[in-house]
T-cell receptor
Framework: DVKVTQSSRYLVKRTGEKVFLECVQD?????MFWYRQDPGLGLRLIYF???????EKGDIPEGYSVSREKKERFSLILESASTNQTSMYLC??????????FGPGTRLLVL | RKEVEQDPGPFNVPEGATVAFNCTYS??????FFWYRQDCRKEPKLLMS???SGNEDGRFTAQLNRASQYISLLIRDSKLSDSATYLC????????FGTGTRLLVSP
C-alpha cells in the first residue's frame, strides 16, 4: 500500500523562525513534490525533485528551500518564517504512471 | 488565462441526482488528465485518470475533449459520501491542479 508521511500535522511557529517540514515515501518513487494549498488559490507547486540531490523550482519558490539527501525523504525548509507562509503544506510523490500520492498535509501557522 | 480553470461551486444536489463538472485547460500540449477528490481537511486522492476515449468507473464517468480543451466528470446517483471537492489535474509539464469544485450532496 502506498504511503507518504509528513512529520507534523500541525505546527505553530513565530515569525523569523527556521522551519523544517519532512516528507517520507516508501514507494521508491524518484519524483517528489512540495505544494502549498490556500483557499481560492488551489495547490501551488513550491519545489520538486527528480532524484537524490536534485531540485527544481516550482511556481512559488521564494522564501523556501528544499533538501533531498535520500530518495525516500524530501524536506521543505522555511529559512525565516513569515506570516504569509501560513498555509497547508502537502508533500507528494509520483509513480511512473503519473499518479501523485499525497501525504496528509501539515497545517502551519506563523504568528 | 489560468492553466486550469474550474467552477468553484458549490454544487448543491439531492441524493440520487446526476451532476457534472467541467474543467478547461490552456496548454494544448497537455497529455495526461486526472480527477482527484479532496475531503475537508484531508489530502487529495486520485479519483480517476481521464483517457482520450472517455472512461467509466462505477457511477463516475470522465471525458476528454481535446478540440475544446476541457475534461468533464459526471457523477450519477449521487451519494452523501460524494460530498467533497473535486480537483481537475493536467500534465505536462508538471501536474497543474485546478482550484477545485465543491460538491454538497444533501439527503
Amino acid at each position: 500500500d502506498v504511503k507518504v508521511t509528513q512529520s507534523s500535522r500541525y505546527l505553530v511557529k513565530r515569525t523569523g523562525e527556521k522551519v523544517f517540514l519532512e516528507c517520507v515515501q516508501d514507494m521508491d518513487h524518484e519524483n517528489m513534490f512540495w505544494y502549498r494549498q490556500d483557499p481560492g488559490l488551489g495547490l501551488r507547486l513550491i519545489y520538486f525533485s527528480y532524484d537524490v540531490k536534485m531540485k527544481e523550482k516550482g511556481d512559488i519558490p521564494e522564501g523556501y528551500s528544499v533538501s533531498r539527501e535520500k530518495k525516500e525523504r524530501f524536506s521543505l525548509i522555511l529559512e525565516s518564517a513569515s506570516t504569509n507562509q501560513t498555509s497547508m503544506y502537502l508533500c507528494a510523490s509520483r509513480a511512473s504512471s503519473g499518479t501523485q500520492y499525497f501525504g496528509p498535509g501539515t497545517r502551519l501557522l506563523v504568528l | 488565462r489560468k492553466e486550469v480553470e474550474q467552477d468553484p461551486g458549490p454544487f448543491n444536489v439531492p441524493e440520487g441526482a446526476t451532476v457534472a463538472f467541467n474543467c478547461t485547460y490552456s496548454n494544448s500540449a497537455s497529455q495526461s488528465f486526472f480527477w482527484y477528490r479532496q475531503d475537508c481537511r484531508k489530502e487529495p486522492k486520485l479519483l480517476m485518470s481521464v483517457y482520450s476515449s472517455g472512461n467509466e468507473d462505477g457511477r463516475f464517468t470522465a471525458q476528454l475533449n481535446r478540440a475544446s480543451q476541457y475534461i468533464s466528470l459526471l457523477i450519477r446517483d449521487s451519494k452523501l459520501s460524494d460530498s467533497a471537492t473535486y480537483l481537475c489535474v493536467v500534465n505536462p509539464p508538471q501536474l497543474v491542479f485546478g482550484t477545485g469544485t465543491r460538491l454538497l450532496v444533501s439527503p
